[in-house]
């Protein structure tokens, strides 16, 4: 019976997990589930063996990440009702290219395997908080990574330094090996990646007496990164190469700090705009006044003209957040709130009937209780 769940999802490894990591993935569960094991679970061990089969195979699990299992079991086009549609299809079936899938399948130019070997170490991501004003004007943070470092002793080919190599017993030195696919139209041969030798044709006489022919060691290290000034939460800065290596690799990973930024209860910020509140009393608003609005550059003088409405909204020019990349400051909007007082002395109660008299009687010419 096959499973539906995604393979990777079931043994709970990244679609780029390296081989070593899958086997450990695999083993780990495979113990904790064993059904002879108190508390195993027979349905799940076979699970997590049938994903294993699949992805410990590189040609497999070529066609698996092509496919899903219709391609690692060795058949594109699925059993059953797939395979039934396709053929039925196959005469009728409007805007249905039938090379597409051929192409896609043998990989278009046909090296498809080989271009699905990774060359380079895998991407890395870590996220890091920090405060609303660091956001603003950046900061500097280490950070602590376990990564595939290359191994010092093979420098990361994974062969014992000195033993020399020799040809590949699986490929004959070739590199590859040519598999046959059975399909609709019959079996197609596909040369794959050879999976002893990772296509170089030799191996190693004696393999890395460090990494055991990993060519990589998992290490613990600290990059120190530059966070700019202008970052918003959610975006990621790049470190290209900062991530992790991988035997005989090309080229490192690279590695995604994922930004997250604290709130600040005096700030709101869009973009490159920030936003606060201010409040004055009716009767500066009415007369006029001076306000100090707290700004990320420390606090402002802000002028207040008299007969200033509620809700009014001043700008700050240049005081908002800078543009990644060195772009001009954005703006900050202070929104001015008149309050209306809620308790009157009876001095305040007094004067305030008087204005108000004073405003009626310009209206109406008399003032009336
Ligand atoms: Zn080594
Ligand atoms: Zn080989």
Avoid: W
């Amino acid at each position: 019976m096959a499973t539906n769940r995604d393979y990777y999802e079931i043994l709970g490894v990244s679609k780029s997990a390296t081989p070593d990591e899958i086997k450990r993935a695999y083993r780990k569960l495979a113990m904790e589930h064993h059904p002879d094991k108190h508390g195993g679970d027979d349905a799940k061990f076979k699970e997590i063996g049938e994903a294993y089969e699949t992805l410990k195979d590189d040609q497999k699990r070529a066609g698996y990440d092509q496919f899903g299992q219709a391609g690692a079991s060795g058949n594109p086009f699925g059993g059953g009702a797939g395979g039934q549609q396709y053929t039925g299809g196959f005469g009728g079936a409007e805007g249905f290219d039938f090379s597409d899938i051929l192409n896609q399948f043998m990989g278009g130019s046909g090296t498809g395997a080989q271009q699905r070997r990774p060359t380079r170490g895998r991407d890395l991501e870590v996220s890091v908080s920090i405060d609303f004003l660091e956001a603003i004007f950046g900061v500097q943070r280490d950070i602590t990574l376990t990564l595939d470092e290359p191994c010092e002793h093979c420098h990361g080919n994974g062969a014992e330094p000195g033993k020399g190599t020799k040809q590949c017993p699986t490929c004959k030195g070739a590199g590859q090996v040519t598999r046959v696919q059975q399909t609709i139209l019959g079996g197609i041969r596909q040369a794959v990646i050879c999976p002893t030798c990772d296509g170089a044709g030799q191996i190693p006489v004696e393999v890395c007496t460090v990494c055991k022919g990993a060519g990589v060691m998992r290490r613990q290290k600290t990059t120190s990164i530059k966070i700019p000034a202008g970052i918003d939460d959610g975006m990621a800065v790049r470190i290209t190469g900062a991530g992790a290596a991988i035997k005989n690799g090309k080229a490192r990973g690279d590695l995604y700090v994922r930004v997250r930024v604290k709130s600040d209860k005096r700030f709101n910020r869009v973009d490159q705009t920030i936003s606060s509140e201010a409040a004055v009393t009716m009767a500066a608003a009415a007369l006029g006044t001076e306000i100090d609005v707290a700004t990320v550059d420390g606090n402002v003088t802000v002028k207040i003209p008299a007969g200033t409405q509620s809700g009014k909204i001043f700008k700050l020019s240049g005081r908002g957040v800078p543009g990644v990349g060195g772009r001009s400051r954005g703006d900050h909007l202070v929104t001015v709130t008149v309050e209306i007082p809620t308790k009157l002395s009876a001095r305040q109660k007094e004067l305030l009937e008087a204005f108000a008299a004073e405003q009626d009687s310009h209206k109406k010419g008399f003032f009336k209780r």
